[in-house]
Antibody
Framework: QVQLVESGGGVVQPGRSLRLSCAAS????????MHWVRQAPGKGLEWVAV????????YYADSVKGRFTISRDNSKNSLFLQLDSLRTEDTAVYYC???????????????WGQGTLVTVSS | DIQMTQSPSTLSASVGDRVTITCRAS??????LAWYQQKPGKAPKLLIY???SLQNGVPSRFSGSGSGTEFTLTISSLQPDDFATYYC?????????FGQGTKVEIK
């Protein structure tokens, strides 16, 4: 069965960096685009970034463009999110999600991980 | 960017009620709309994609309709497991914007 497990969250000071990982199993990882979506405490869902199945195409929310970088390693069935220049408003649970259709990026997330909490605080 | 607006923000209903949630897009998105259910402390669960297609394993009491800019999620007979927050999301453009959510509470 599809499994997505995020890791790498924690407490970090404003302006510092963090790298999140998402380990995928149960499906052909190299055939699917992958999303990162976040949720601030008590708030709604906010889409963060998406990467195509082959890593060639990446898209970002305006709120993180230039600060966050999405990447993947298909040989290790892993997705990453590099968070730089962190701000207090980046505090959230970060979820990875698999796109619903093979080889497509403009798709919703059909399987989600359990999330990893990032807290940005001095 | 495309803005998604859900209504109502909160809905109080009883088991067995028919429930309808509306989602409006700030510009046309044809049928590129998904609905999710989220329970406290859990990841979102995909219910509906392409406005009206039921995701595998989702009960048939859930249905979606609409196209263009106006969409609805209907629960035909609310069950105890359905009390949760529901989100719409457009995937017509690379902003993938979500609605603000609709919390379905026990009346």
């Amino acid at each position: 069965q599809v499994q997505l497990v995020e890791s790498g969250g924690g407490v970090v000071q404003p302006g510092r960096s963090l790298r999140l990982s998402c380990a995928a199993s149960g499906f052909t990882f190299s055939s699917y685009g992958m999303h990162w979506v976040r949720q601030a405490p008590g708030k709604g869902l906010e889409w963060v970034a998406v990467i195509s199945y082959d890593g060639r195409n990446k898209y970002y929310a305006d709120s993180v463009k230039g600060r966050f970088t999405i990447s993947r390693d298909n040989s290790k069935n892993s997705l990453f999110l590099q968070l730089d220049s962190l701000r207090t408003e980046d505090t959230a649970v970060y979820y990875c999600a698999k796109t619903a259709m093979v080889f497509a990026v403009l798709q919703p997330g059909d399987y989600w991980g359990q999330g990893t909490l990032v807290t940005v605080s001095s | 960017d495309i803005q998604m607006t859900q209504s109502p923000s909160t809905l109080s209903a009883s088991v067995g009620d028919r429930v309808t949630i509306t989602c409006r897009a700030s510009q046309r998105i044809t049928s590129w709309l998904a609905w999710y259910q989220q329970k406290p402390g859990k990841a979102p669960k995909l219910l509906i994609y392409k406005a009206s297609s039921l995701q595998n394993g989702v009960p048939s009491r859930f249905s979606g309709s609409g196209s263009g800019t106006e969409f609805t999620l209907t629960i035909s007979s609310l069950q105890p497991d359905d009390f949760a927050t529901y989100y719409c999301q457009q995937y017509n453009s690379f902003s993938y914007s979500f609605g603000q959510g609709t919390k379905v509470e026990i009346k």
